[in-house]
């Protein structure tokens, strides 16, 4: 391949190994969250659960010098989060809005004071398979450098899609979420079912998390989430609570905030900056599109309220 053939795949190339890189994370919360809404309870704390995951990770990967305790660490922490969140949750008159804000605070809060020992120390990082071996051009080889994280996402996104339809436990989440009334006349305790969903929305969230500080960019700091788990929120939406759907949406938004940086890698030095706020930016553009007073959104659980 000469410089020109180069220089025009360049952009595309960086584009897909940003997209495989900056999606992992959405993938775990989104499909976190979609269990967590499928069964009638939104959860906008996910991002204190993000962070203090990635947390976690890091100070467990440091510790015992394995970044698959790391994960399990972080998967705990996060299964606790939304315990808690669960818990509070379920009495009555209770605002799972503000109760999701009020858990994001305390996450990060949380996470920034127990995590200053380890902004220094230096973590083992997560594994990747290098699927592009097969050619000498670096750009290829980066691209294809794939986390085992989001070959299990994906794999997860299947299963969930496929578990949702065709399984006992789908039933029950979806019927839950549906109707809390017709729940209880199948003998079923919303509370209890929602409590589930929302522990292990949590854990799957802090999966992401520990991708975060244990692979990409694969270190502990306070900044180092980006809002990525409210943004999972509004991609939950987007992809109408359909985990496949959560999956390629999370590319796309990969895709998006991969692109100032693409950009930046073939030379583009000016303008290339205003690429890095294209998430934030379709995620304003979701929220609006899919806000209607009047009309439901297609997919959307029966006993979930948005506005709450």
Known sequence: MDDTALG?????????????RVSTPFIFVSLGETITERSGRINLGLEGTLVFGAMSAYAAAVISGSPWLGVLAAMATG??????????CKFPKVNDIAIGIAMMQF??????????????????????????????????QSALNINVL??????????????????RTGLILRVVGDSSDAA????????????????????LAAIGGAYLSLFYPGSWNEGISSGQGLM????????RWNPIGCFLASLLFGGAGAL??????????QGYYLFYAAPYVMTLIIMIATSSPTRPLAGMPGALSLVK
């Open 232 to 239: 999972a929120v509004a991609l939950v939406i987007f992809a």
């Open 8 to 20: 025009f795949w360049g952009v595309p190339l960086a584009v897909l190994a940003g997209a495989i």
């Open 184 to 203: 209880r006349a199948m003998g079923l305790n919303p509370d209890t079912i929602r409590l589930v969903a929302t522990a292990a929305g949590g854990a």
């Open 260 to 269: 100032g940086p693409a950009l930046q890698s073939v030379g583009v030095s």
């Open 79 to 88: 299964a606790l989060f939304g315990l808690i969140h669960g818990f509070i």
């Open 107 to 140: 996450g990060l809060g949380l996470a920034f004071f127990l995590g200053k020992p380890f902004i220094q120390p230096s973590a083992p990082k997560l594994p990747s398979i290098a699927l592009g071996n097969w050619s000498s051009l670096p750009q290829v």
């Open 150 to 167: 989001f070959l299990i996402g994906a794999a997860l996104a299947v299963f969930l899609w496929w578990a949702l339809k065709n399984t």
